[in-house]
């Protein structure tokens, strides 16, 4: 089975970082497209970061992050990491990590086959 364990959710100030991991299990990430998402209440699931499993690894940024959040991921440990820095309160969400069977990725929630459960992120201002 497929499982994705995302962690390192908190409370940081504005301007502050912080690092989410996503370990996942029965997956290798040669054959899944892995990524970050997140949701506010009334609001859609949003892509963030998505990296591709092929396509040389080509990766996907949402504006909203661009330049402030990166994407990583160490095979060895079969774990995806989300660095934030620069947070805003407008940041503020559940964070999830997501898997899909595919070489090259949209980052479309939509599209995802597999999720964890979400970590909170809260960012004061």
């Known amino acids: 089975d497929v499982q994705l364990q995302a962690s390192g959710g908190g409370v940081v100030q504005a301007g502050g970082s912080l690092r989410l991991s996503c370990e996942a299990s029965g997956l290798t990430f040669d054959d899944y497209s892995i990524g970050w998402f997140r949701q506010v209440p009334g609001k859609e699931r949003q892509g963030l970061l998505c990296?591709?499993?092929?396509?040389?690894?080509?990766?996907y940024v949402d504006d909203s992050v661009k330049g402030r959040f990166t994407i990583s991921s160490d095979n060895a440990k079969n774990t995806v990491y989300l660095q934030m820095n620069s947070l805003k309160p407008e940041d503020t969400a559940v964070y999830y990590c997501?898997?899909?069977?595919?070489?090259?990725?949209?980052?479309?929630?939509?599209?995802?086959?597999?999720w964890g459960e979400g970590t909170l992120v809260t960012v004061s201002s």
């Open positions: 997501a898997a899909e069977i595919t070489i090259s990725t949209t980052c479309d929630a939509g599209a995802m086959d597999y």
């Open positions: 990296i591709s499993s092929s396509d040389e690894g080509r990766t």
